[in-house]
């Protein structure tokens, strides 16, 4: 059988990674597991509110001098690009998109 060439962007044939958070069927995982972090390693890695997690959205939102109201957590880039659409985008309105 033929294999995909190597390819530094995605590889379709390269070793599953060790940890795949972006697998909603994984286990759910606690950042302690992956690293050695004292004050965040109670923090769980799953899916959260569709704001995302407050303490999380102060931890954003702090070092930039906005509110953690003006911050939002997504669940991927799929979930980003959703919602800029959904702001940006009324009805009747055309979008161009770009594939890779």
Request: overall charge negative; glycine content about 12%.
């Amino acid at each position: 059988m033929d294999r995909f060439p190597e390819n530094d962007i995605i590889s379709l044939v390269g070793e599953p990674p060790r940890y795949d958070l972006g697998e909603s069927t994984g286990p759910d995982l606690k950042l302690a597991d992956l690293l050695d972090a004292d004050s965040l390693g109670g923090l769980p890695l799953g899916y959260g509110t569709a704001a995302g997690d407050p303490q999380l959205r102060a931890a954003i939102a702090a070092p930039h001098g906005v509110s953690p109201d003006d911050v939002i957590v997504t669940a991927g880039g799929m979930h980003a690009l959703f919602l800029l659409a959904f702001v940006l985008c009324e009805r009747g309105d055309e979008a161009v998109m770009v594939s890779p």
